[in-house]
């Protein structure tokens, strides 16, 4: 026969319990509306480096914008002499050098002014993961 | 001497409690050379990215000055810029690095944006300084 005090404590215990749920389905509802913002803004944000990358395509296509100091191996040449004629595999072609701009400045720049996501995050949002608490 | 070695002592065991309440130990600047200043783990990762962009345009810059050539200097940077992350955390600050992922996890902060940012640096001022 249960005492006063274990019925006291599986009463606190079921509370705590449903008061940890509710906080985690907020915590779910808000992260699928941040998600959700942050696809938008991501979408505009691709549709504009999109046209960025077609301009600078057409005003560069064909020229060498700058000399690579090694000669890169097979794989990157794809890219670094993307559209040049030749063979001199130091010749870099403009989509290179936009990469490397692309993602040295825009982490450090999201890094500098607190836009970078937490770090393990990657996998949160969207699509998230099921629920390890089975009842 | 005793008295501050204890009053060091209990200063970090305050800290250390602040961290287990939830709160982040503040940042500020003088604890960059502090041995005895503990990390959050957040902190700690963004004090070795910066560290490892700054290594990464020094010696871009460095490189494409001098100028150096051939892919080598690839390695040469990744292993300097490495060595110099490993000796700040394990050798200055002294932290346990299992109390933050591990040698890997803290070493591979930064590590490809500092990359690109070599790289980039590198390019750009050997191109516009010797062609």
Known sequence: ??????????????KTKK??????SSLKESTRDLSLSKFKSGAVVAVVLFVVFGLLNTLFE???????????????????HRGISGDDATDCSMAFLYLLCSVSIRTNLQK??????PRGAANAGLFPMPDPKTN | MTKSVKSNAAKQKQQQQEQHNGEVPPFNYS???????S?????????LHWIRQGAGLLCGLLFGSIPVVGALWIVIFL??????????YAIILKVDEEDFGGHAALLQEGLFASFTLFLLAWILVYSLAHF
């Open chain 2, 39 to 47: 990390w959050d783990k957040d902190q700690l990762g963004d004090v």
């Open chain 2, 79 to 88: 292993v300097l810029s490495s060595a110099i992350v490993y000796g700040y």
């Open chain 1, 1 to 14: 026969m249960k005492t006063v005090s274990e019925t006291t404590t599986t009463v606190k215990k079921t």
């Open chain 2, 31 to 37: 604890k960059l050379l502090d041995p005895d200043a």
């Open chain 1, 62 to 80: 064909g020229k060498s914008v700058a000399k690579l100091p090694f000669h890169p191996i097979t794989l990157v040449q794809k890219m670094s």
């Open chain 1, 19 to 24: 008061k940890i749920d509710r906080v985690e």
């Open chain 1, 112 to 117: 500098f002014l607190g836009f970078s996501p």
